[in-house]
């Protein structure tokens, strides 16, 4: 096993790719479904034909610049396990500072028969975690992308989580409704931006996710001027 680790970091290094030591025990781990502890101390274990070609073919699109989370096809975020695909981009680690902030200022609360709407919701990662912190919330997950919406569905029933997915441009799926909470991550990059951001991103994640306009503030301006008359008095 060790040995295919050590091919893997090298080929990842020669590749060009960052921290390859990690993202080869990452790619292994998730292929064989282990530990990072399984993987160096069961020494004696060897793959199998099917599981040696199938790391091949992943390492050969983790060189194109493919990332490793579309191949393994999810991404653990804050308590929950989520699946991704190309039609959503990869949850970032900043996203699990939101939900952790959001998580915190809601503690104690009395929140039955209280909203909240997730918007352009993606994999559905914050309102599912949300969810699941707050069982007693109600919580919508909404989306312009269908694909996005099928996979916010499936990441709810993996996780068991009970939510409403609608899809629909910003709030064209709450026309005349009001919500307690808000939260919403659009997409916020100019198009010259986009130009300049790395393959991983420009090549793999959806653009539709990331690029609001031709200033970046187009989603923002629209949230400013729409949002204050979907809010109960006591919203945020």
Not at 43 to 51: A, G, I, M, P, V
Not at 187 to 216: D, M
Request: aromatic fraction near 10%; glycine fraction near 6%.
């Amino acid at each position: 096993m060790l040995d295919v680790l050590q091919h893997i970091t090298k080929a990842f290094q020669e590749g060009g790719i960052s921290d390859p030591k990690r993202q080869a025990e990452d790619l292994l781990c998730d292929l064989l479904n282990c530990s990072r502890v399984q993987l160096y101390s069961d020494q004696k274990c060897c793959l199998t034909d099917l599981e040696w070609e199938e790391a091949q073919l992943w390492v050969q699109r983790r060189l194109k610049g493919e990332p490793l989370a579309y191949l393994t096809g999810k991404v653990p975020f804050y308590d929950c396990l989520i699946e991704v695909n190309s039609s959503v981009l990869i949850p970032r680690p900043e996203t699990e500072i939101l939900v952790d902030k959001i998580v915190s200022s809601l503690k104690g609360k009395d929140l039955k028969g209280r909203v909240l709407w997730d918007l352009c919701c993606g994999s559905g990662c914050i309102g599912i975690d949300l969810k699941k912190a707050f069982p007693e919330l109600s919580v919508y997950l909404s989306d312009y992308s269908q694909g996005a919406i099928d996979l916010a569905k499936r990441n709810a029933r993996v996780n068991e989580v009970d939510v409403i997915c609608l899809r629909g441009d910003l709030f064209e799926p709450f026309k005349d409704k009001k919500t307690h909470y808000f939260v919403c991550n659009p997409p916020y990059i100019s198009e010259s931006e986009y130009l300049t951001l790395g393959i991983e991103v420009k090549e793999f994640e959806p653009r539709l996710a990331l690029v609001a306009g031709p200033t970046g503030l187009e989603f923002y301006e629209k949230l400013a001027r729409e949002l204050p008359h979907h809010f109960y008095p006591s919203g945020q």
